[in-house]
């Protein structure tokens, strides 16, 4: 499973790249189904940050990896 949020880590990287940010995993809990992020770039610290972790990377790890993914923090 790890290798599969890697994966679509891999997807979402450019369209953070593009806005002068970027995303990098540093954990998945797969008891809990808990991933951790590091934020990067423009992305950290922004106040959209917040957002993009719920709306954007964490949306998306639940629909093309496992839908019973509990959070994503950073």
Known sequence: MK???EGTIAKI?????RDGGDIELL????EKNVVTVRLQGA???????A???K????RTLREEV???ITVVTA
């Open 55 to 58: 709306l954007g990377v964490e």
């Open 13 to 17: 990287r450019p369209f953070l790249q």
């Open 27 to 30: 954990n998945f809990d797969d």
């Open 51 to 53: 957002m993009t972790l």
């Open 66 to 68: 496992d839908p019973n």
């Open 3 to 5: 290798e599969k949020v």
């Open 43 to 49: 992305c950290h610290g922004c106040p959209g940050a």
